[in-house]
């Protein structure tokens, strides 16, 4: 399929707006990096991530307050994913220089912080809070108030059985509501007893909000985590450097991994401008972008080589130009639909998948790019300048 019907494009008489354009966008990459910096995830700084839904929105500077008077230094408190959903990621950092940290003791200093705070008139009266009890443990205080057979005799086995499976289906329930419950009624359609409901109503109370996730590294684990994605991007460079100098010439594989630098810089840049999280998934995206950009660039150099040997009488930039055009409907076809599928991920691929999608919209752009407007003209200047120095000598 051709989209482009006989592309005749002069690509590389477009190389010094190709080089001025990447020359800009390093510096402005380069210069967000040096003063703004890198927002660096949990996995690679170390610390506790918790992420909390309310039942009304939620007042950010309220919550900071509240962190503060327990003495909690909550390094971020911002509001995650879509506002209507009332959710708040809180973020705090972990000591230096402890060897080991117990990685829920932060959650549990939040929780009771915010306890403190929203439903402290509930909590004193010992009543369960359903937004946020265990499976267990309200499967005991079920079996204790036996809403269902108070004069009743039942063995013992087979009343701990059916308040579990009642317990099973409101938590599951629950976590289906993104772990809040904001009304008794929404019980009554689960199948839930009119006695068990209302006992319920009455031995408990639904909290104000309610902890989604926690996610805890210690500092040791933070800093070997910075050291392994170094080295994993550093290694796949340097592997790529030696596969393409191998099947090609060296320039060739000199030529893709300043390509390769190139697109990785660049994406981290705007990760940096944009103020988003580096975390493990978007290590694993600029792995991927790496491979993906390598491979354009192969295509290209292979097909360079083919007509080396077919268009003998030409020179190298029209051997070049010739290489481009041939695999442009294939570049545009692939890098192309690969692109509406990570840009679909990055649209309905949820918060969760934030990173991981915009690297890769970010990353396949950049790379398809670099193949045509940085590897070439590379290879191309290193052989004027041979031809040059032969010329002379």
């Known amino acids: 399929?051709?989209?482009?019907?006989?592309?005749?494009?002069?690509?590389?008489?477009?190389?010094?707006?190709?080089?001025?354009?990447?020359?800009?966008?390093?510096?402005?990459?380069?210069?967000?990096?040096?003063?703004?910096?890198?927002?660096?995830?949990?996995?690679?700084?170390?610390?506790?991530?918790?992420?909390?839904?309310?039942?009304?929105?939620?007042?950010?500077?309220?919550?900071?307050?509240?962190?503060?008077?327990?003495?909690?230094?909550?390094?971020?408190?911002?509001?995650?994913?879509?506002?209507?959903?009332?959710?708040?990621?809180?973020?705090?950092?972990?000591?230096?220089?402890?060897?080991?940290?117990?990685?829920?003791?932060?959650?549990?200093?939040?929780?009771?912080?915010?306890?403190?705070?929203?439903?402290?008139?509930?909590?004193?009266?010992?009543?369960?809070?359903?937004?946020?009890?265990?499976?267990?443990?309200?499967?005991?205080?079920?079996?204790?108030?036996?809403?269902?057979?108070?004069?009743?005799?039942?063995?013992?086995?087979?009343?701990?059985?059916?308040?579990?499976?009642?317990?099973?289906?409101?938590?599951?329930?629950?976590?289906?509501?993104?772990?809040?419950?904001?009304?008794?009624?929404?019980?009554?359609?689960?199948?839930?007893?009119?006695?068990?409901?209302?006992?319920?109503?009455?031995?408990?109370?639904?909290?104000?909000?309610?902890?989604?996730?926690?996610e805890s590294v210690g500092p040791k684990v933070g800093q070997e985590m910075r050291t392994r994605a170094r080295n994993a991007v550093g290694f796949s460079l340097v592997g790529m450097l030696i596969y393409i100098a191998v099947r090609f010439w060296p320039i060739y594989g000199f030529a893709a991994l300043v390509a390769l630098f190139h697109d990785v810089f660049i994406t981290v840049g705007i990760f940096s401008l944009t103020g988003r999280e580096i975390s493990l998934t978007v290590v694993a995206a600029l792995l991927t972008l790496v491979g993906y950009s390598i491979n354009d660039t192969i295509v290209v150099f292979d097909r360079v080589r083919e007509n080396l040997r077919l268009m003998r009488r030409d020179d190298l930039g029209t051997i070049i130009n010739t290489s481009i055009n041939q695999t442009l409907n294939r570049t545009i076809m692939t890098s192309g639909m690969t692109f509406l599928a990570v840009f679909s991920l990055y649209l309905f691929g949820g918060q969760v998948l934030q990173g991981f999608s915009f690297a890769l919209v970010v990353g396949i752009i950049v790379g398809t790019y670099s193949s045509v407007a940085i590897a070439s003209p590379i290879v191309l200047w290193w052989q004027n300048y041979l031809d040059r120095k032969k010329a002379r000598s």
């Open 1 to 214: 399929m051709d989209i482009v019907k006989n592309p005749n494009i002069d690509w590389l008489g477009l190389k010094w707006i190709f080089v001025s354009i990447s020359l800009i966008l390093m510096v402005i990459a380069g210069v967000s990096v040096a003063l703004i910096g890198l927002h660096l995830g949990v996995d690679f700084t170390g610390g506790t991530l918790v992420h909390v839904k309310f039942k009304e929105e939620p007042q950010l500077e309220r919550i900071r307050e509240t962190l503060s008077e327990a003495a909690l230094k909550a390094e971020e408190v911002v509001r995650f994913d879509e506002l209507s959903l009332n959710e708040v990621q809180i973020r705090m950092a972990s000591v230096e220089g402890e060897e080991t940290q117990d990685v829920t003791l932060g959650s549990n200093q939040i929780f009771e912080a915010l306890r403190q705070e929203y439903d402290q008139g509930q909590s004193e009266t010992g009543k369960l809070d359903l937004n946020n009890v265990s499976r267990s443990a309200l499967s005991a205080r079920l079996q204790e108030l036996n809403p269902e057979n108070s004069s009743q005799e039942q063995p013992i086995s087979e009343s701990t059985e059916y308040y579990r499976e009642l317990a099973d289906k409101i938590i599951d329930y629950r976590t289906e509501q993104s772990g809040m419950i904001q009304d008794f009624s929404e019980l009554d359609p689960l199948g839930i007893p009119t006695a068990v409901v209302e006992t319920l109503r009455e031995e408990s109370y639904l909290g104000s909000f309610t902890v989604i996730s926690v």
